[in-house]
């Protein structure tokens, strides 16, 4: 069954006084799931005391509906009485700030941001709510998931943009254990470090950007224990309650914000049995809204393919979508009373569509009742504060229906992508270790993007273990390379694979020493050149072939052994190199191409990028011809689906030109028309769609 329903109980909201007749409202909108918050903080008052008569009402309430409960854990929130007992087990910054447990705008009932998890008595504290809660409800036919983590991300450094966490006794001796773990002696650590450590106590975290060495491995370190509190909360329902399904959803951190998030989406999705993510279009550039609906619909869509890529085939949420007005802040900068636009209702026509057709099961909306209490307030409602429904509440009924009425919605699968980016931990770590910030990696990463998105490719992401999935893969910011990464790298090269790099790959060791030679690694030789010297970009352009692309933040200079040249700086040197290596090949562009698109004016980086995967036979499986229906294939038990979307206010006639023989047409849904008479130079079909609509179109 397709998912459908929104977020409803974060206490102390909604007053359970409008519970019964909200959820009657949801039920005749057509949902079919609400989620509901249990909050530590709220449901263990005191020791040996657990409170769970308000999620019993609600889920009595939601059986009456015959609705689907996802009951999420939140342990992002703890009560009083233990930060009172164990005042040391509170966060603790970089600068050696203790968090007292307080409100926030994602927490307005307090406890936030809960008490370190490294600290032992807080997770058997933890541990003994988890297990209550699941007992409680194991075997219950409503409650048929629990939300593992619901955002898994470590939150206080998503709230303190200065400070860092977490410093305190039980994360400096995890992360010593961690390194002991990992060089088993001193004599190992200090030969990888490069330092002359004499004792293991002398080693602690690193409080500011220094040093590479032990910088990147505490990055490590933070992103697996981020791993290992995700792993041991999803082991501790499980045995309270084996039936249920796990899930958890992300905010697709993999786009650079894992530095300080520290969750890796892939890693996390491996941990459940479903997984999601949190999509706010109003919110990626809040509160400098981005002005081009294309470019909040890009935004968008990213987070899907994300999701998609590290839900790697398991079944996918969109777990949060805006269902209102965006309001929040944080620490540094609080937003309360500043109010993002209200959703347009065709624009959220439009978001359910990205949600469909990047190949989610499932839509909830954040949330049903505007927020009534704090920074959040009175926001992101799909319905006005006395209940009220708006017109965005008419639009989650239309797709409530819609995706009830067509089971193939749910059956059907994207195909696999026309090109894969390489989304690499590793990249986004050192770019944060060496610079501060992710600026680089996330803007080469998103330029990419978009310039492949708005040329109409089928775009996945993926890790290097899935790289053998496709015929080319494109690697931004591959500076730092681990040896996992290059293994898998030489094996999709050897296997036939095409790799095309923004930039040299493997510059650094995996402790950040620059190699002597460039690729290191073994590399080198897969590449066919070496990188001479590395000049700062400036106004010199790449050119290759007829095109031009400018050249961002760095310029390699490349010596060409076994490959051949490419293309030449316009200064002098060698900027991009193309080998042959075993079934494969290998294509170094000098620069951070994706930035180079990303901020390209004139569309001259973009169309020399694109002409050099369309030179070497690399199309997009269907192509739009006016680039303003956006598409995505599926493949489903009778055949194909052609899922497309159109931006644009006015309803279009749109040509669509096909790679791929989708077989007879059957049928459409939504506000597509097949218009099979029609005929439109260079497209073999030809459609009828909407203003700021979508719809799909099913072959078989
Ligand atoms: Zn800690």
């Not at 978001?351 to 959040?376: D, T």
Request: hydrophobic share 35%; charged share 25%.
């Amino acid at each position: 069954m397709f998912a459908y329903g929104a977020q409803y109980y974060r206490p102390p909201n909604p007053p359970s006084k409008v519970w019964s007749k909200d959820f009657e409202q949801m039920s005749q909108l057509g949902f079919n799931t609400v989620k509901l918050w249990a909050m530590w903080n709220y449901t263990h008052p005191s020791k040996d005391e657990f409170d769970f008569s308000e999620l019993d009402e609600l889920v009595a309430l939601g059986e009456k509906k015959n609705f689907n409960v996802v009951i999420s854990l939140i342990l992002e929130n703890a009560p009083h009485w233990l930060s009172q007992e164990h005042p040391e087990a509170r966060y603790e910054s970089q600068d050696g700030v203790k968090v007292d447990l307080q409100a926030r705008p994602n927490t307005p009932g307090g406890g936030w941001p809960g008490l370190c998890l490294n600290h032992k008595i807080v997770r058997e504290h933890a541990e003994r709510y988890m297990e209550a809660l699941a007992s409680r409800y194991a075997g219950n036919e409503t409650v048929t998931s629990f939300d593992t983590w619901d955002e898994a991300f470590f939150e206080p450094n998503h709230y303190y943009p200065d400070k860092r966490f977490c410093y305190c006794e039980a994360c400096s001796r995890d992360f010593r254990r961690w390194l002991r773990k990992r060089y088993h002696d001193l004599e190992t650590l200090n030969e990888n470090w490069e330092q002359r450590y004499t004792d293991w106590e002398q080693v602690a975290p690193p409080r500011y950007h220094g040093g590479y060495p032990r910088f990147l491995d505490w990055q490590r370190f933070r992103l697996e224990n981020h791993q290992r509190w995700m792993k041991w909360r999803a082991e501790t329902l499980r045995g309270a309650s084996p039936d249920v399904t796990l899930r958890s959803h992300g905010i697709a951190g993999n786009l650079g914000g894992l530095v300080q998030n520290y969750n890796d989406d892939w890693e996390s999705a491996s941990t459940v049995e479903e997984w999601g993510t949190s999509s706010f279009p109003h919110w990626m550039d809040y509160p400098e809204i981005a002005e081009k609906i294309e470019d909040r619909i890009a935004a968008h869509q990213i987070t899907l393919d994300v999701a998609r890529g590290a839900a790697q085939g398991r079944r996918f949420w969109q777990t949060e979508l805006e269902g209102g007005p965006v309001r929040s802040g944080n620490a540094g900068a609080p937003r309360g009373l500043t109010c993002g636009p209200f959703p347009d209702p065709g624009e959220m026509e439009i978001w359910n569509w990205n949600a469909i057709m990047s190949g989610a099961k499932g839509v909830l909306y954040w949330q049903y009742r505007p927020e009534m209490l704090g920074l959040e307030s009175p926001g992101f409602g799909l319905v006005r504060r006395n209940g009220e429904m708006t017109d965005r509440t008419r639009v989650a009924e239309r797709f409530a229906k819609l995706t009830t009425e067509n089971p193939e919605l749910e059956s059907s699968k994207p195909v696999e992508g026309d090109i894969a980016i390489g989304l690499l931990p590793e990249a986004a770590n050192f770019n944060y270790v060496a610079e501060g910030n992710t600026h680089q990696f996330s803007g080469t990463v998103q330029g990419i993007y978009k310039t492949l998105w708005a040329a109409d490719y089928q775009i996945d992401f993926a890790k290097p273990h899935q790289f053998e999935n496709y015929g080319t893969v494109y690697l931004p910011y591959p500076l730092l390379l681990e040896d996992e990464t290059v293994r898998e790298i030489k094996s999709f090269v050897k296997r036939g694979g095409t790799l095309i790099t923004g930039g040299t790959p493997a510059v650094h060791k995996s402790n950040g020493r620059v190699f002597k030679e460039a690729p290191g690694a073994g590399l080198g030789r897969i590449v066919g050149a070496s990188l001479l010297t590395s000049r700062p970009g400036g106004s010199e352009s790449l050119e290759l072939g007829k095109g031009k692309i400018a050249g961002k933040v760095r310029r390699d200079i490349l010596e060409c052994h076994e490959a051949s040249m490419m293309g030449s700086w316009s200064d002098g040197g060698i900027g991009a190199v193309r080998n042959s290596y075993e079934k494969g090949e290998t294509i170094v562009l000098g620069t951070l191409v994706g930035i180079s698109c990303g901020e390209d004016q004139t569309n001259r980086s973009k169309n020399t990028f694109l002409r050099l995967l369309s030179d070497r036979g690399l199309v997009p499986v269907v192509e739009s011809n006016r680039g303003i229906a956006k598409t995505r294939l599926h493949r489903y038990e009778e055949g194909f689906i052609l899922y497309m979307t159109n931006e644009s206010k006015n309803q279009k006639n749109i040509g669509i030109k096909l790679r791929k023989d989708l077989g007879n047409f059957k049928d459409s849904i939504g506000d597509v028309t097949y218009l099979e008479s029609e005929n439109m130079a260079d497209a073999d079909i030809v459609v009828d769609i909407d203003g700021r609509s979508g719809g799909a179109l099913i072959f078989g």
